[in-house]
């Protein structure tokens, strides 16, 4: 079970004092957060993909690659990769390129966006975006797998013998997550290729995300990766702790009140109650997200959100500290409770080199058989 | 046979309104005289006042409390509606636009829906005809043709005909309701649209 934070580079004015950091110190402090994760014994920092103010992250490989350089453990991802306006042969090589500098510590999770406009500014159709999720992954999933790609498509101009470069370390690309709200679409696509399927449950309540996980782990077991109980599956979540639940209540509130999605909505009550959110206790943390199996199946991934909404750099650091220490190793052990066997780990580099070289070992076996 | 579902949305926003008074008196127009056809009808009535609330955050958040939850339901389940809302400057009112802005656009796809609309004089009639008939057209629900528009001053004589065009709406919707399936319908929300393919027919080649 991997545990980790992800975040979406937003730059949010401070509620409580009314500062705003720069475009520079926010993105320094991205780098701050991701090597405080490693530090505190964390898995996964994942960095979402945008192209508006008041998101800075516009070049994740860019910021991944110089927190690759400051870090050892820690497994790189994207929340989200925007498959659907960029090119697919821009991600398969700049990721095949973060892949060798971080010496295989990099998966990615696509996505199709947050704001209808990135379409036009990329020159795409937004009606156009789960065909355009759909085609560009299967040029991504070919440059990755075959050596040298002849296509031809609707979206890109055709390649005639093409080799993207560099090719996946060792031979074996980045593992991918698709991550999706609401299409069953996207869960469709993850099931068929035996990829990860992320479900961003932060904002919604978690019964529409029982059904579309149960659906994706059918999915899965239908197009034959496995069974239902081995789909590979990720979670989102958001917590703000103190020692003292009311401490937290009293502290996150404002920030809660004013924040870009939720904020002027429901009450912070409301919103706990139906999103995972956990504003208390780092125990109240603990009881909630060791309960998020019971929905949900056991998983692979949990990541949570925890630098929003004008939060500054020394509180998210504290928190950090908590998740990291307090609350991570105690979820660690009630993962493990009655975890079958059979229920694999998230997929990392090494595991799908040692997957690769299982199936080469035994090709040749089967081949001989068939004569 | 089991009843049909008569869903009723009211969005006047004083209690008691007169929005509310019109709405109970279609319904009880369009029950009777299903009534006469030998048909049940289980009717639900929403008082958007009370959901408005929860409207609002919907329209932040993206997804509905369990409260909305329910009422949504109750509308895009349902056999026949009943949809009345007072008339503010010139249309319906800022929260009923709301309401129908939180359903999802397909859901509503056949609905026969009975269009009422409540003001302090009968010069806005027509709004149902201009503001309420195209937004239920463009949802592909089915409005009928009979709208009933009540003046502060309907309530107070019987010589404008209000009761004679109730009867006649809840017949139009008795009507129009008669042999619905609609209510037992069972959505697959994750049903794939006709003919995706995972690949896009760009499978390993």
């Known amino acids: 079970m991997q545990f980790g934070i992800f975040t979406v580079s937003d730059v949010t004015t401070d509620p409580t004092d009314d500062t705003t950091p720069t475009e520079g110190e926010r993105i320094k402090a991205l780098v701050t957060i991701a090597k405080k994760a490693e530090e505190v014994g964390l898995d996964v920092f994942a960095l979402g993909e945008h192209h508006n103010p008041p998101f800075v992250s516009s070049s994740p490989t860019t910021m991944l690659g110089y927190i690759a350089a400051q870090t050892t453990d820690l497994i790189l991802s994207t929340s989200t990769t925007l498959?659907?306006?960029?090119?697919?042969?821009?991600?398969?090589?700049?990721?095949?390129?973060?892949?060798?500098?971080?010496?295989?510590?990099?998966?990615?999770?696509?996505?199709?966006?947050?704001?209808?406009?990135?379409?036009?500014?990329?020159?795409?159709?937004?009606?156009?975006?789960i065909p355009l999720a759909i085609e560009n992954y299967a040029l991504l999933h070919r440059l990755w797998t075959e050596e040298y790609v002849d296509w031809e498509g609707k979206y890109r101009t055709p390649l005639q013998g093409f080799q993207s470069t560099p090719r996946p370390l060792d031979g074996v690309p980045p593992f991918v997550w698709h991550g999706s709200i609401r299409s069953?679409?996207?869960?469709?696509?993850?099931?068929?290729?035996?990829?990860?399927?992320?479900?961003?449950?932060?904002?919604?309540?978690?019964?529409?995300?029982?059904?579309?996980?149960?659906?994706?782990?059918?999915?899965?077991?239908?197009?034959?990766?496995?069974?239902?109980?081995?789909?590979?599956?990720?979670l989102g979540g958001q917590a703000f702790m103190r020692t003292n639940s009311q401490d937290a209540k009293a502290e996150f509130r404002p920030y809660?009140?004013?924040?870009?999605?939720?904020?002027?909505?429901?009450?912070?009550?409301?919103?706990?109650?139906?999103?995972?959110?956990?504003?208390?206790?780092?125990q109240e943390v603990i009881d909630r997200y060791a309960g998020m199996r019971e929905h949900f199946g056991d998983y692979q991934r949990q990541l949570f959100l925890m630098d929003h909404a004008g939060l500054p750099l020394k509180t998210v650091l504290e928190q950090l500290d908590i998740l990291g220490e307090e609350v991570v190793p105690v979820l660690r052990k009630e993962f493990a409770v009655n975890r079958p066997a059979t229920v694999p780990d998230a997929p990392t580099h090494a595991s799908l080199v040692a997957r690769r070289d299982a199936a080469l070992a035994q090709a040749p076996l089967e081949s001989a058989e068939v004569k | 046979m089991t009843a049909l579902k008569l869903a009723v949305v009211a969005a006047g926003l004083s209690q008691p309104s007169s929005t509310r008074l019109l709405a109970d008196r279609l319904a009880d127009a369009t029950v009777d005289r299903l009534r006469l056809q030998g048909v049940d009808a289980e009717v639900t009535v929403l008082e958007l006042r009370d959901l408005a609330q929860d409207v609002t955050n919907n329209l932040l958040t993206g997804y509905p409390s369990p409260k909305l939850e329910t009422a949504l339901a109750a509308v895009t389940g349902a056999d026949g509606l009943i949809a009345v809302t007072p008339i503010f400057t010139t249309s319906y009112s800022g929260l009923f636009k709301s309401f129908i802005d939180v359903i999802d656009p397909t859901a509503l796809a056949d609905l026969p829906v009975l269009l009422g609309a409540t003001g302090g004089t009968e010069r806005h009639s027509l709004a149902i005809d201009y503001a309420m008939r195209p937004l239920f057209t463009y949802l592909h629900a089915n409005p009928l043709t009979t709208g009933v528009y009540a003046a502060s001053a309907d309530w107070g004589s019987s010589e404008t005909g209000l009761a004679d065009r109730i009867e006649r709406a809840g017949a139009d919707l008795a009507a129009a309701m008669a042999g619905s399936e609609r209510s037992s319908r069972v959505v697959d929300p994750f049903a794939l649209p006709q003919g995706f393919s995972p690949v896009g027919g760009f499978g390993a080649q």
């Open chain 1, 83 to 129: 498959i659907t306006t960029n090119d697919p042969v821009k991600i398969a090589e700049d990721y095949a390129m973060l892949q060798h500098l971080a010496d295989g510590r990099v998966d990615l999770m696509m996505g199709r966006g947050n704001t209808g406009p990135v379409y036009p500014w990329f020159g795409k159709d937004i009606r156009d975006g």
């Open chain 1, 184 to 234: 069953p679409e996207i869960a469709e696509q993850a099931a068929y290729y035996g990829d990860g399927f992320f479900a961003n449950n932060i904002f919604w309540p978690k019964e529409h995300y029982m059904k579309l996980i149960a659906f994706y782990r059918q999915r899965f077991e239908h197009y034959g990766h496995g069974t239902a109980d081995q789909a590979i599956v990720g």
């Open chain 1, 256 to 282: 809660f009140d004013n924040a870009p999605v939720y904020g002027h909505g429901p009450s912070m009550e409301d919103f706990t109650e139906q999103t995972p959110l956990t504003v208390g206790s780092p």
